[in-house]
């Protein structure tokens, strides 16, 4: 088996990857019509899914897990698509269910990858039109296995935008729409509504959207897409609500209220204010689907049993070290206001880099730091540092890898201290494996 899955691994990789060039033609390299002929005639039956799809710029990949553990906790077993990776792709397609009252996560196997990846092969060896890239064929793996694993739900997470987005070929029973804001601007458009109007482009005629409060010129496009698909229009602070919210150091806890649905004092662990609007979408999301109004206290448990890697983790206690996937200013902005509220005596170390499709000098200065190291990672997509360096133009120690740059995060470091690392969920990643050698 270990031949196989590595030979599939090694056909997988063959495909093109948009997620390691750091530009390309938006409308010419993502082809809904291709992905719909792809699935024909590779013959999966992804409208046999029941699905919620969910877009956004922050936090959609935190509310697909707090709804796949939301929906396994009334007893189904829920298919959990989420992109990117940290170590292995069979991370992205996972099955979520209860077992003693406990959520358990599990990944695609290599055995089930290198037999769908294998017959998937044999199909396109044939094929002469043309072929999916990358993540086209992962989210072909992923419905694949959903329908043969004979998922209840799928919870499915879009990779870019929304429109032209491969997982965009699903019939969902909700489309959620968590916060947009500025990110991909070279691909999506320069400006809020052109960026909302990708995002939700995953709305669909008549079925139900779920959206965050957005700023002015989002709530108005997606506004206006909605109505023109004739899809009802639910908003957090106006047809749902999260209120009392209380953060302590170890979870945050807060009520939700949806119509009839009333539910307080819900704990969740994962650090952050905003960690509730990513929840209280996914409760919304549910409530919706499944017109669940009287499940309280099997939420209340299943939220406080979800943990979110790589979203302000602490990795290592000694020295204290902190991972956050953030590479936007929306991002940086929460990862800002998380230092301020868990850590406010600690002197920050931050280690940072990003890809260079990013803006650094408007992710940088919302974060509140007291030592820089800039660095890069290893991937096509990475800033050059000297190049990061420059554009910056603050006073920052520069080394031309992760492995050096903790080396002098961990000299300087005292019990007073915090190690950051984030700008990159390619170098969160890196940082994962690196720590444990360092």
Avoid: W
């Avoid at 044999?122 to 998922?151: D, R, S």
Wanted: glycine fraction near 6%; charged fraction near 25%; hydrophobic fraction near 40%.
């Amino acid at each position: 088996m270990a031949k196989g899955y590595s030979q599939a691994v090694q056909y997988l990789n063959s495909f093109l990857n948009l997620e390691k060039k750091a530009s390309y033609s938006y409308k010419e390299s993502l082809k809904l019509n291709r992905v719909y002929e792809l699935a024909e005639y590779l013959k999966i039956f992804y409208k046999d899914l029941k699905a919620i799809h969910i877009a956004g710029t922050k936090g959609k990949g935190s509310t697909a897990y707090f709804t796949a553990y939301l929906l396994a906790s009334l007893g189904y077993k829920v298919g959990l698509f989420t992109s990117p990776h940290f170590f292995s792709f069979r991370e992205r397609i996972k099955i979520v269910k209860a077992k003693d009252g406990k959520a358990e996560e599990k990944s695609i196997s290599k055995k089930s990858a290198t037999e769908i990846i294998e017959k998937f092969k044999n199909q396109l060896a044939i094929y002469n039109k043309e072929k999916p890239t990358y993540f086209e064929f992962i989210t072909f793996i992923g419905l694949e296995y959903f329908l043969n694993k004979k998922v209840d739900y799928a919870v499915v997470e879009v990779g870019l935008g929304g429109r032209l987005d491969s997982t965009n070929i699903i019939n969902p029973l909700a489309s959620v729409i968590t916060h947009i804001g500025y990110d991909h601007v070279d691909l999506l458009g320069s400006g809020l509504a052109a960026i909302a109007a990708e995002k939700a482009g995953i709305i669909k005629e008549k079925i139900p959207v779920i959206s965050s409060y957005q700023r002015l010129l989002a709530a108005k496009t997606i506004k206006k897409i909605a109505k023109k698909n004739k899809s009802g229009l639910f908003i957090l602070g106006k047809d749902f609500q999260t209120t009392d919210i209380e953060i302590s150091k170890n979870y945050t806890s807060f009520d939700f209220e949806f119509g009839k649905n009333k539910i307080k004092k819900i704990k969740i662990y994962p650090k952050g204010s905003y960690q509730v609007e990513n929840a209280g979408l996914a409760l919304a999301s549910v409530a919706i689907v499944k017109k669940e109004n009287k499940a309280g206290d099997l939420f209340k448990k299943a939220l406080s049993q979800c943990r979110l890697t790589g979203r302000f983790e602490v990795i290592s206690k000694n020295p204290l070290l902190v991972v956050d996937v953030a590479h936007n200013q929306s991002s940086a902005r929460a990862v800002s206001d998380n230092l301020k509220k868990y850590y406010p005596k600690k002197k920050i170390i931050l280690v940072f880099s990003c890809s260079s499709d990013k803006k650094p000098n408007q992710m940088l200065p919302l974060i509140n730091y007291d030592v820089l190291i800039l660095t890069q990672f290893n991937h096509p997509r990475s800033f050059d540092v000297f190049q990061l360096k420059k554009i910056l133009k603050r006073k920052a120690a520069v080394t031309e890898n992760l492995k050096d740059a903790l080396k002098i995060a961990k000299n300087l470091y005292t019990k007073q201290s915090l190690i950051l690392i984030c700008g990159s969920f390619f170098l969160t990643a890196e940082a994962k494996k690196e720590y444990v050698r360092t």
